[in-house]
């Protein structure tokens, strides 16, 4: 598609259960960025791919959380047993060069999760 | 955690002012981006400047860069009330490609 896709656009979800959010960027672009973004904040940086290596983890907030990106395209990212302090909204961005220098870094609108 | 900081962290001017929104940073930078965020919706990129640039135009919108002082402004000219919205710096950590973002600035321009 033209833009960077997420999917699903909501979701609630029981404490305890497990989440996957799916992030199709554009086609083409190298790099790939997971963000978090909790309520009346700026996007916090979880993890980046570099085509399908995880380069960088280290926003991850816990071991409940785990991205993946195994064909160097779409990227999955997992909460598992979900916590209510994990509710926010969770974008997804894309960029065509390497570690996104000096390329424009274009996000989707993003995956909101509610842990009730 | 974020290494950006927005000033004003609000803003309410009339339709057809002029708005301008700066931003902070702590570490060296690669280039520093604005995006635009609507309510409930994604992150719209507006503009992108380098770190060796100091002046960059797109349509309405002007920002400047200054690195000696770490700091960056966006103008926003002949504002419109589609304009509201919440305006974030982004600035790309050097040798990490991370995107850190700050607080970001809550425009409301009034009809």
């Known amino acids: 598609g033209a833009g960077v896709s997420q999917s699903p656009r909501y979701k609630v979800a029981k404490r305890g259960q497990d989440v996957a959010l799916r992030c199709d960027p554009i086609?083409?672009?190298?790099?790939l960025f997971w963000y978090q973004q909790a309520l009346g904040q700026g996007p916090e940086f979880l993890t980046y791919?570099?085509?399908?290596?995880?380069?960088?983890k280290s926003g991850l907030p816990s071991d409940r959380f785990f991205a993946e990106r195994p064909e160097g395209s779409v990227s999955t990212l997992k909460i598992q047993r979900t916590q209510q302090e994990d509710s926010a909204v969770y974008l997804c961005?894309?960029?065509?060069?390497?570690?996104?220098?000096?390329?424009?870094?274009?996000f989707g609108e993003g995956s909101w999760l509610t842990v009730v | 955690s974020q290494q950006g900081e927005e000033d004003p962290q609000a803003l309410s001017i009339q339709e057809g002012e002029n708005a301008t929104m700066n931003c902070s940073y702590k570490?060296?930078?690669?280039?520093l981006q604005w995006y635009r965020q609507n309510s409930g919706r994604g992150l719209v990129h507006l503009i992108l400047?380098?770190?060796?640039?100091r002046e960059k135009h797109s349509g309405r919108l002007r920002v400047t860069l200054d690195t000696s002082k770490k700091s960056s402004s966006l103008l926003i000219t002949a504002s419109r009330a589609a304009d509201t919205a919440s305006y974030f710096c982004?600035?790309?950590?050097?040798?990490?490609?991370?995107?850190?973002f700050g607080q970001g600035t809550t425009l409301q321009v009034k009809p």
């Open positions: 961005a894309s960029s065509l060069g390497d570690r996104g220098r000096g390329n424009t870094i274009y």
């Open positions: 086609s083409g672009h190298v790099s």
């Open positions: 791919f570099q085509n399908e290596a995880q380069l960088d």
């Open positions: 570490t060296s930078i690669n280039n």
């Open positions: 400047i380098r770190s060796n640039e």
């Open positions: 982004a600035t790309v950590v050097s040798n990490t490609g991370k995107l850190i």
